[in-house]
């Protein structure tokens, strides 16, 4: 089993910068690709941002290309979404999940584990 703990949100001013962690424990992530999802009160979870098991090919959703960035240190067993130029419409509960130990994930479905979230608000 996999538990994966997010951490980093808060309330922030639009154009500003936030960055989330996720920490897994339980066991190694290394192998694993990680990615981002987010929800929006009354909207479905997409997908931010993920990225593969080496941490070589990262994957965007289009609404955050350009200002987020994912990232990761295998040696910490941690995974992080560093966002930028956020907007109002940025606002939602991030959520951090693990997949499998083959390329990247881009789907909810090809994730098996999930955090429990953290609360990004922006603030116009």
């Known amino acids: 089993q996999v538990q994966l703990v997010e951490s980093g949100g808060g309330l922030v001013q639009a154009g500003g910068s936030v960055r989330l962690s996720c920490a897994a424990s339980?066991?190694?992530?290394?192998?694993?690709?990680m990615g981002w999802f987010r929800q929006a009160p009354g909207k479905e979870l997409e997908l931010v941002a993920s990225?593969?098991?080496?941490?070589?090919?990262?994957y965007y959703g289009t609404l955050v290309r350009g200002r987020f960035t994912i990232s990761r240190d295998n040696s910490k067993n941690t995974v992080y979404l560093q966002m930028n130029m956020l907007e109002p419409e940025d606002t939602a509960v991030y959520y951090c999940?693990?997949?499998?130990?083959?390329?990247?994930?881009?789907?909810?479905?090809?994730?098996?584990?999930w955090g429990k979230g953290t609360q990004v608000t922006v603030s116009s």
């Open positions: 999940a693990a997949g499998g130990d083959s390329g990247v994930g881009t789907r909810r479905g090809e994730f098996d584990y």
């Open positions: 339980g066991r190694t992530v290394s192998t694993h690709y």
């Open positions: 990225i593969s098991a080496s941490g070589r090919t990262p």
